[in-house]
């Protein structure tokens, strides 16, 4: 009985967690496949590999242009890749939360998929919005950006999870490039060779000097006593033979029968434990 019910109480658990899945995930190409105004613009999300990155995330807002804007991304796919990912935000922003984030806060930025590239600089990777007489715009927060870009609608949503909102232009990014060429190495500096001059300087005075008259004198009159008789020799030891340091050339010794009894005991102790495994996954 008790057994019943905590299987039922897995398969309840399970079952929710399935439930909340399925409510939280979306595929942005599907979303967008319903509105064929926006066909071009979900191809280039799934050309450049951007929509699997949208695909993975919980909470995001899409910036798509329909297709009669989506001009001005250039033939660099690197660079397309770029602008795309600029046009991804990271938060959850429908029209009325843009509008109150945007007149609360007069320098707001918004974080976009391109700054998590570690390809932004100059905050390239960040969107700046305001409201202005009703007007939400968009812009650059890179220096030189402008506010060109104006929300136009909502196309879809699925409520905190993914908001797409139609923009009027695609959104220019200053100098942005998907692959930055990596500064150059200052080149090592070059040693000054050595002068000729230097090469053919004479050796010093105190090199040529001539030995000193200590080192040239002749033995004192300490010379003349009597060398030390050298010390009788004495025979070495004989070496001790190196075969007794060696180790011994004989085989190890078998295992006794005592080994084999261990080792068959042990091996009778598996197959009982195995058997009692066995019998009580057949019981349960």
């Known amino acids: 009985m008790e057994t019943n019910k905590a299987k039922a109480s897995i398969s309840f658990f399970l079952l929710m967690m399935l439930l909340i899945s399925s409510c939280s995930a979306f595929n942005i190409t599907k979303l967008l496949e319903k509105e064929d105004d926006f066909s071009n613009f979900n191809q280039q999300l799934s050309q450049t590999k951007i929509a699997d990155q949208i695909n993975?995330?919980?909470?995001?807002?899409?910036?798509?242009?329909?297709?009669?804007?989506?001009?001005?991304?250039?033939?660099?796919?690197?660079?397309?890749?770029?602008i795309m990912s600029v046009h991804v935000i990271l938060d959850y922003y429908d029209k009325e939360k843009l509008t109150k984030h945007a007149k609360t806060n007069k320098s707001a930025m918004l974080t976009t998929l391109y700054q998590t590239s570690g390809l932004a600089k100059n905050q390239q990777g960040f969107l700046r919005v305001a409201a202005d007489d009703g007007e939400i715009t968009f812009g650059s927060a890179s220096k030189g950006g402008q506010m060109n870009s104006k929300l136009v609608k909502s196309v879809t949503a699925q409520p905190f999870n993914i908001s797409v909102l139609q923009v009027s232009s695609i959104i220019e990014v200053p100098d942005i490039n998907a692959n930055p060429s990596p500064e150059k190495a200052p080149a090592p500096k070059r040693g000054k060779p050595p002068s000729s001059s230097d090469d053919a300087d004479s050796p010093s005075d105190d090199d040529a000097d001539s030995p000193s008259d200590d080192t040239a004198d002749s033995p004192g009159d300490d010379s003349d006593s009597e060398a030390p008789s050298p010390s009788k020799h004495h025979t070495p030891p004989k070496p001790k033979d190196d075969t007794s340091d060696s180790p011994s050339s004989s085989p190890a010794p078998a295992p006794g029968k005592s080994d084999a009894r261990a080792t068959a005991a042990e091996m009778g102790v598996g197959v009982v434990a195995m058997g009692l495994v066995s019998v009580l996954?057949?019981?349960?």
């Open 56 to 82: 993975k995330r919980s909470t995001i807002t899409v910036l798509a242009v329909d297709n009669s804007a989506i001009g001005g991304l250039g033939d660099d796919s690197s660079v397309t890749k770029a």
């Open 281 to 284: 996954v057949a019981f349960f």
